[in-house]
């Protein structure tokens, strides 16, 4: 496995620090952040969402770009997957 690297600062400084909810939870030796892995299926669904967002309630790309911590670039590349493959919306 990799050597995990902190979100926050990207140090390598990083330490097991027990289980959350069944996730490893590891600790930030410089910057002191505690963090889990990230769940792969959960950013499958967030990337969706803010797809949505950008076509259904009309939101920027910058806007979404500040609420994920993705460049608008690679939001783009995310969504011109989307538009290739013809998504279908249901109401809420």
């Known amino acids: 496995m990799p ?30 952040t505690y963090f889990t892995r990230i769940n792969k299926g959960v950013s499958a669904s967030n990337r969706f969402i803010w797809f949505r967002n950008l076509f259904l309630q009309k939101q920027t790309q910058e806007i979404i770009s500040a609420e994920g911590g993705y460049s608008v670039r690679t939001l783009k590349r995310y969504f011109d997957g989307y538009l290739s493959s013809n998504p279908r919306f249901s109401k809420p």
């Open 3 to 32: 050597k995990k690297s902190c979100w926050a600062c990207g140090s390598l400084d990083v330490i097991r620090w027990g289980f959350q909810s069944g996730k490893q939870r590891f600790l930030c030796k410089n910057c002191g």
